[in-house]
């Protein structure tokens, strides 16, 4: 007897398009990973375009603290930019998607379109990875199929601090 067990990303959290842009290249998703009840970060994660199923997976963090990884997927390493003086999306030649697949966490709470209680506002570092750490279990809960696949912390500026903790 053969049992068998279909993994698949969440559906509902998928994206098309983005206003003023062609379909994406890889399937990419846009949601939120529960960290408590109150506290909710937002993600992007969009999948390799070379081979999914065994290319690594890199979290990107912007830093600040207070930037919105959305300025990493944006403006430097995600499938479309915007940049500096234009206002329409545009191919990146040099996606981090080419290789790899990677999801942008907007962490900490507040920041971004993460969301949380006036009380989830009040943070520190420590509390900041570990809040990471609780969303990205929720993020392999929604794509278990990744469990396998090497795991690469990443980040700018303040992620210098968040990404060495989370790693620890």
């Given at each position: ?16 398009t ?17 960290v ?17 199923e ?5 979290v990107?963090f912007n830093?600040g ?5 959305m300025l990493?997927?944006m403006q ?5 930019v915007i940049?500096d ?13 080419k290789?790899?697949?990677v ?8 920041v971004g379109w993460?969301?949380g209680s006036k ?11 570990q809040?990471a750490l609780v969303a990205m ?5 929604k794509?278990?199929?990744?469990l ?12 210098g601090?968040y990404?060495?903790y989370?790693?620890?």
């Amino acid at each position: 007897m053969v049992a068998a067990v279909a993994m698949a990303a969440p559906e509902a959290e998928l994206m098309g398009t983005l206003p003023g842009t062609t379909a994406f290249d890889s399937d990419t998703y846009s949601g939120y990973l529960d960290v408590t009840d109150t506290k909710k970060l937002h993600y992007v994660f969009a999948k390799s375009l070379s081979n999914p199923e065994t290319d690594p997976v890199v979290v990107w963090f912007n830093g600040g603290p207070g930037c919105s990884s959305m300025l990493g997927l944006m403006q430097e390493n995600g499938p479309r930019v915007i940049d500096d003086n234009e206002d329409y999306l545009k191919e990146n030649p040099e996606a981090w998607i080419k290789k790899a697949n990677v999801m942008w966490l907007d962490s900490p709470a507040g920041v971004g379109w993460s969301v949380g209680s006036k009380a989830d506002e009040n943070t520190n570092d420590m509390l900041t990875s570990q809040d990471a750490l609780v969303a990205m279990q929720a993020w392999y809960d929604k794509f278990p199929e990744f469990l396998a696949n090497d795991l690469y912390l990443s980040g700018e500026s303040y992620a210098g601090i968040y990404v060495p903790y989370l790693a620890w």
